[in-house]
Structure formats: C-alpha cells, structure tokens
C-alpha cells in the first residue's frame, strides 16, 4: 500500500559494519527514488570480508563485489536485503574516475531495482534497466553512470 500521496513507502534499516560516507538521509533518497512499489529493506554496509564471504555463499563467486540484493517477500509488501561493500565501491568510483557519492547513488538505485524484479542478464533487460538508472541519476542531479569519463 502506497501512502497519500502515492509515493510508495519506504521501511529502511541501515547497518554501517565498516564507517561509510552515505548517510541515512541520502541512502532513503536514492532509493525511494527508484520505489515503484512500498518496499522494507535492510541495507548493510560491510568490509571486503563480509562481502567476499556473501558473494561467495550466495552467487559461488569468491571475490567481493560492490552490490548483492536478496529480495524475500514478493507477495504483498516486498522486503529485502542490500548488501553493499564499502572498500569495493570506493575502489571502482577511483578506477573509473567517478563521484564516491554518485557512485553509492547508482548502485543504491541499480540494488533497489533488482529488488523490484529488473534485472540486466539480457540485453533488452539491462537496456531498459540502464536507462531507468540514468534517467533517476540525472533526476537527482548525479550524472549518468553509463558515461566514460
């Protein structure tokens, strides 16, 4: 169920495992910015461990990666995890001569999309998922994460 006006609702729970620069604030702004539906959603912010050992349990992939989304509940209100691994993120927005803030932005929207059933395995998924992130990026004046730079 969607509020008044609405906006889809957003219940977040933030854990910061490691210090990380987003706040609380901007994380909900990022990702009710991509809420098409109410979502309840546990985001954690964890070190290369942590995010190594997840990877690894979860996708067979050892190695830590920036984003994983866990989604639970796709009847009725939907509910889930994001997992974001801090020292990843900042290394990639370093590689790719990128924002940190931008950074967390994209992937706080590319998560909260997955969470809501888009995905990017083909490419006319991952078409329309791209341009739904940049579209939302430049909503909230961030540039499009798809440039070059």
Excluded at 53 to 62: F, I, P, T, V
Excluded at 71 to 90: M, N
Excluded at 132 to 144: F, G, I, S, V
Aim: proline fraction near 5%.
């Amino acid at each position: 169920m969607s509020t008044s006006d609405n906006r889809p609702k957003l219940s977040l729970t933030v854990q910061y495992m490691i210090p990380a620069l987003p706040t609380r604030p901007q994380w909900r702004r990022w990702i009710k910015a991509a809420l098409q539906i109410d979502v309840s959603l546990t985001l954690r912010i964890v070190d290369q461990a942590e995010g190594r050992e997840l990877n690894k349990a979860y996708r067979g992939r050892d190695y830590a990666t920036n984003v994983l989304t866990f989604v639970y509940d796709e009847e009725g209100e939907l509910s889930g995890d994001v997992v974001i691994c801090a020292p990843v993120v900042a290394r990639e927005a370093a590689e790719q001569n990128k924002d940190l803030l931008a950074h967390y932005a994209h992937l706080a929207i590319h998560a909260a999309l997955h969470l809501q059933g888009y995905d990017h395995e083909e490419d006319a998924e991952a078409t329309e998922m791209e341009a739904l992130e940049t579209a939302l990026m430049l909503k909230l004046r961030y540039p499009d994460p798809y440039l070059e730079t």
